[in-house]
């Protein structure tokens, strides 16, 4: 079973900075609506909808550099 490490500190009310083995990020915003930013380039949208929705999350990736 290989090792896995992964730490969230909350810095600010409604800001989290997650570090990981290999990457570090950042997430903004309240509980039910967050933005997230990655040092490997990942950007990501998370909303909790109301009802039976659910969560729904959409990735996108920073345009690479030419």
Do not use: Q
Not at 20 to 40: A, D, E, Q, Y
């Amino acid at each position: 079973m290989p090792l896995t490490f992964r730490k969230s500190i909350k810095i600010a009310p409604g800001v989290r900075i997650n570090i990981g083995k290999k990457s570090r990020s950042i997430t903004v915003g309240p509980k039910w609506l967050k933005r997230t930013w990655s040092s490997t380039g990942r950007t990501t949208t998370s909303s909790d909808l109301p009802g039976p929705f659910g969560w729904r999350s959409t990735r996108t990736r920073r345009p690479r550099n030419r």
